[in-house]
T-cell receptor, first 118, second 114 residues
């Protein structure tokens, strides 16, 4: 079964440092997403990406965050200057269709990257 | 904004007991509904989804869920749980005419005791 792959599985970084979280979506998927889950809280939407541009972002996704699809297979999330409150599990997801109700709509999630900011 | 509520965050059961996890959402329009499971150390996996049609949806691993539109609910059930069902379960909703984001509930941590 095709998988969404995320690396690294765990990253520890110092406050103020830049981090890049990497994701390889399923190859024929066109829509890509980042979500995060702070310990004990809900999984929250960050951003969606289609056709090489952001299609939607949440209020969490401020100027410290950026996404990129640098080479047609990877999908990255960059946090420019990490804060303690950025510590969370970050999930990448991809979907074949962007239309709700389509049978192939359902997201496929990666295993997540646990980011710890110290 | 749409919201998703899951109650009883921690559930402890014995094997062979029946499981029911409640999910209520606030959005009034047409919605697509999902249940995801996250086993310890693993990624979110889709258990089942509802788009339209029969409101009783069967998913993987013996799980089913019933969409009751009048109650804005999409409760997850399994008649007889196994130790391997120990996991966190998340309900998620997406509005049909809205944005492309999934709104998740807070999750239910289910522990099945052998």
């Amino acid at each position: 079964e095709p998988e969404v792959t995320q690396t690294p599985s765990h990253q520890v970084t110092q406050m103020g440092q830049e981090v890049i979280l990497r994701c390889v979506p399923i190859s024929n998927h066109l829509y890509f997403y980042w979500y995060r889950q702070i310990l004990g809280q809900k999984v929250e939407f960050l951003v969606s990406f289609y056709n090489n541009e952001i299609s939607e972002k949440s209020e969490i996704f401020d100027d410290q965050f950026s996404v990129e699809r640098p080479d047609g297979s990877n999908f990255t999330l960059k946090i420019r200057s990490t804060k303690l409150e950025d510590s969370a599990m970050y999930f990448c997801a991809s979907s074949e269709a962007g239309q709700q109700g389509a049978d192939n709509y359902g997201y496929t999630f990666g295993s997540g990257t646990r980011l710890t900011v110290v | 904004a749409q919201s998703v509520s899951q109650h009883n965050h921690h559930v402890i059961l014995s094997e062979a007991a029946s499981l029911e996890l409640g999910c209520n959402y606030s959005y009034g329009g047409t919605v697509n509904l999902f249940w995801y499971v996250q086993y310890p150390g693993q990624h979110l996996q889709l258990l089942l989804k509802y788009f339209s049609g029969d409101p009783l949806v069967k998913g993987i691993k013996g799980f089913e869920a019933e969409f009751i539109k009048s109650k804005f609910s999409f409760n997850l059930r399994k008649p007889s749980v196994q130790w391997s069902d120990t996991a966190e379960y998340f309900c998620a909703v997406i509005s049909y005419y809205g944005n492309n984001r999934l709104a998740f509930g807070k999750g239910n941590q289910v522990v099945v005791i052998p």
